[in-house]
C-alpha cells in the first residue's frame, strides 16, 4: 500500500468523494488517498438522507447554499446520465394546509425565482390534485426541476470515476483518522504522509478542525431524524415528492413524503436531539457525545429557545399516532396500517455559541489543510460544486500547478 500522498481527503461521504474526483478531473496526476473509518463509503449522512435532489427554492439568494445547490443540481444531473446513477427529476408539490402557510408559499416561490428556478408555479386543489391525487390543502406549489437520486450508489460511482483517472490514487475504508501533525496522518491502518488534508468529517467536523489547532466558536450537535414508510398496499397515495411549507426558524423541511429510487415511500423525517452523534436507536448514547454537547452554551440557548418545538418533536418520536397525524396533515386518509417503521439518519447541525443554528455552508482553511466545517441539507445536491469550490481553494492554497 502507498504511503506518501499529495493531497489527504478525511471522510468517504458524498461531498469528500465529490471533491476528490473535482481535484482528480482537473489534476489527473495528484495521488490523492481518501480515509473512510466505516467498512463501506457513505454509511452516515450521505447514505442516509432523504435521497431528494433539491431544486434550490429554499435558501437565502446569494447564499452558497442557494449558488452551490442550482449549480451542484445540473452538475450532479450531467453525472448522473454520463455514469448511469438511479435519479428521477420527477418534481415536488409544497403544500399549505391554512392561509398563514399560503401566504409563505407564496413568498417561497418569489425566493425560488430569485435564485434561478424555472416553472415555479402556484396550484389550486383541482390543480394539484391531478398530480397528487390523495394530498388535501389550500393551496400548494409545483416545483418542477425537484427529483429523487440513489446517493449511496452516487458515492460509489464517484470512486470509480476517481479509480478510473488515477490508479494511484487510493480509497481505503475501514480506516480511522487518529491524529495528524505536519505531514503525518496516524490511522487505525499506520501511519501515511500526505502534503494537504482536506476534511470532509460530516459529524465530526469540529473534533477533526480541534485536532488541527483550529479555533472555533462553534460545535456540532447531532439531531436524529426517523423515518416511517408507506406500507405496499398505501404506497400508491403517494406519486412521487409531497412537501408541507416550512418553518423559516428551523433548518428542518418538516415531516415530508418521499419515493425513493427503489419505489418505496418514505415519511419524515422528524429531528430531535441524539445523545450520540452516530446514533441510530432512541437509546443510543454516548457520554463523550452528550457531555461535550450540553455543557455547550449554543445547546443550552437552542433549548431555551426551541423547547416546545423539541418537545413536540420527542413527543412524536415515541409516537406512531403523533407522527401520523403529523402525515394526515396532507393525506388525511392515512391511518396507522398505512405506515411501518423505517430507517433513521442523524444530521449534522453547526450550532454557535449564541445558540443560532449556522445554516450556510462553512469551508475554511487553516494551516496547509481546508476543513469542511459545516455542510448541511442540501449538500448531497450541491456535491460537486462544493467539489467544485474547494478545488479551487486547493488550487490556491496548496498551490497547484
Keep these: 500500500m502507498q504511503k506518501k500522498f499529495n493531497i489527504a481527503i478525511v471522510g468517504g461521504g458524498v461531498v469528500g468523494l465529490a471533491t476528490a474526483y473535482q481535484l482528480q478531473t482537473n489534476f489527473p496526476d495528484l495521488n490523492i488517498v481518501i480515509f473512510e473509518k466505516e467498512k463501506k463509503l457513505a454509511f452516515h449522512q450521505s447514505g442516509r438522507n432523504s435521497g431528494v435532489i433539491h431544486s434550490g427554492l429554499y ?22 446520465k454520463k455514469r448511469n446513477v438511479n435519479f428521477d427529476i420527477c418534481g415536488k408539490i409544497v403544500v399549505a394546509t391554512n392561509d398563514q402557510d399560503a401566504l409563505r408559499l407564496e413568498k417561497l416561490k418569489i425566493n425560488g ?61 475501514n480506516c480511522k483518522v487518529l491524529d495528524y501533525k505536519d505531514s503525518n496522518i496516524k490511522t487505525s491502518k499506520g501511519d501515511f504522509y500526505a502534503n494537504h488534508i482536506i476534511f470532509c468529517g460530516g459529524l465530526f467536523s469540529d473534533r477533526l478542525a480541534l485536532k488541527d489547532k483550529f479555533a472555533l466558536d462553534m460545535q456540532i450537535v447531532g439531531f436524529r431524524g426517523d423515518y416511517y414508510r408507506l406500507s405496499d398496499s398505501a404506497k400508491s397515495k403517494v406519486n412521487n415528492l409531497v412537501y408541507p411549507v416550512p418553518n423559516s426558524k428551523f433548518p428542518f423541511l418538516g415531516v415530508h413524503f418521499t419515493r425513493m429510487t427503489n419505489g418505496n415511500v418514505e415519511c419524515g423525517p422528524n429531528a430531535v436531539f441524539t445523545f450520540k452523534r452516530e446514533g441510530y436507536c432512541k437509546t443510543s448514547f454516548s457520554f463523550k457525545d452528550s457531555f461535550q454537547a450540553l455543557k455547550f452554551s449554543g ?4 433549548f431555551i429557545n426551541h423547547w416546545k418545538f423539541g418537545l413536540n418533536e420527542y413527543k412524536r418520536a415515541f409516537s406512531k399516532s403523533l407522527f401520523l397525524k403529523e402525515l394526515q396533515k396532507m393525506i388525511p386518509s392515512l391511518n396507522k396500517n398505512d405506515i411501518v417503521k423505517g430507517r433513521t439518519g442523524v444530521r449534522a447541525i453547526a450550532l454557535g455559541s449564541d445558540g443560532k443554528i449556522i445554516d450556510d455552508f462553512s469551508i475554511v482553511r487553516n494551516k496547509k489543510n481546508i476543513h469542511v466545517l459545516n455542510a448541511p441539507s442540501p449538500a448531497a445536491t450541491a456535491c460537486l460544486a462544493i467539489g467544485e469550490k474547494i478545488m479551487e481553494e486547493a488550487k490556491k492554497h496548496f498551490k497547484i500547478l
Design 59 to 80: 435558501y437565502k439568494p446569494g447564499s452558497l447554499k442557494a449558488k452551490n445547490c442550482v449549480k451542484g443540481r445540473k452538475q450532479l444531473i450531467h453525472f448522473a
Design 113 to 173: 425565482e430569485k435564485n434561478g428556478l424555472k416553472g415555479l408555479k402556484l396550484l389550486t386543489p383541482s390543480q394539484f390534485k391531478k398530480i397528487e391525487p390523495n394530498v388535501e390543502g389550500i393551496k400548494a406549489l409545483w416545483v418542477p426541476e425537484s427529483g429523487i437520486i440513489d446517493y449511496q450508489q452516487l458515492t460509489e460511482k464517484l470512486a470509480e470515476s476517481i479509480k478510473s483517472i488515477n490508479t494511484k490514487t487510493d480509497i481505503i475504508t
Design 299 to 302: 445547546t443550552h440557548k437552542l
